[in-house]
Every structure is written in structure tokens, then in C-alpha cells.
């Protein structure tokens, strides 16, 4: 890539601007702005080099050889990594399932849901319907067949009160 180079004074205003070598030059805004997301990446990186820690394990100077002791500290370095590469898959995986339990939930809950609603709506249908059936006879002038036919239903003037009585199915 290009690198940053201050060059001549340009513009009316005297003020220096920088580019990169090929592309167009920079404002003393763009410098400026450039210059502070260095310095935050700056700090980010200092934060995470501080915060991980590095494993230095029992390294052997320069001038000596593998000794009779590396290849079993080797060993016991190797299983604590594949140890702690097998918690971190196995926490995916535990993570991944309980994505995949959550979702089915949700989607029999809305299934649930919409039949209930289906249902609901069944319920209150057919309820209007058996209103209507019997409003329809009493209130209607030349109901003498009828009334006699809706016998059982119109004769119990009560059972319309103990429906309003009774709560919501809902």
C-alpha cells in the first residue's frame, strides 16, 4: 500500500495536507480524523495485548537440545489445548441446540397460538349464531310457528342470562 507523506503547502489557506503516494490529497480534516482511528486502534491493540495472556511454556535455552523431559511436557501442553479445544466446540454445539430448541418452541407456541385463535373464533360464531336464533323468534312479529318449533330454546328465557354469566372461554 501507499504510504503517508507530507508534501508542499497547498491551497489559499497555507494548510498542509497529507497523502497517500496515487490518491487524491487529504483535507487537515481527513488527516485529522485518520490520525485519531490510528491512535484508537493504537489503544485497542494495547488493551488486548495487555488483557491475553501469552503461554510461555518451559522453553529450553539456545545452546540446548531436546531434553529427556520435553517430549512429556509437550504431551501435557498438547492435552490441555485439545482439552480446552474440545469445551470450546462442545460449548458451540450445546449453544447451537439450544438455538435450534428455542426456535422449534417458538414456532409450536405460534402454531398453538393460531389454533386457539382459529378455534376462538369458531366458539364465537357459533355462540352469535345461537343469539341470533333465539333474539330471532321472540323479536319477530308473526313468530308463532316458530316459537313453537324453538320450544325448548326460547322457553328458557334464563339460559340467556346464565350464558352472560358464564366467563370467556377466551
Given amino acids: 500500500m501507499g504510504e503517508i507523506v507530507p508534501i508542499g503547502k497547498q491551497g489559499t489557506d497555507n494548510s498542509q495536507a497529507l497523502t497517500l503516494l496515487g490518491a487524491a490529497p487529504l483535507t ?15 489503544a485497542k491493540l494495547k488493551y488486548i ?11 529450553s535455552s539456545s545452546s540446548a537440545g531436546a531434553g529427556s523431559g520435553d517430549f512429556h511436557q509437550y504431551r501435557i501442553v498438547r492435552r490441555a489445548e485439545q482439552d480446552r479445544v474440545r469445551k470450546i466446540e462442545a460449548d458451540w454445539e450445546k449453544k447451537q441446540q439450544e438455538d435450534e430448541f428455542k426456535r422449534k418452541m417458538e414456532e409450536l407456541k405460534k402454531q398453538a397460538e393460531d389454533r386457539t385463535a382459529k378455534k376462538r373464533l369458531k366458539r364465537q360464531k357459533k355462540k352469535q349464531k345461537q343469539k341470533q336464533q333465539k333474539k330471532g323468534p321472540q323479536a319477530g312479529p308473526g313468530a308463532g310457528a316458530e316459537g313453537g318449533a324453538g320450544g325448548p330454546e326460547g322457553s328458557s328465557s334464563g339460559s340467556e342470562g346464565e350464558d352472560e354469566g358464564q366467563p370467556a372461554l377466551d
Fill in 49 to 59: 495485548q495487555e488483557t491475553v495472556p501469552t503461554k510461555v511454556y518451559n522453553v
Fill in 28 to 42: 487537515q480534516e481527513q488527516y485529522e480524523e485518520r490520525i485519531k482511528s490510528a491512535q484508537e486502534l493504537e
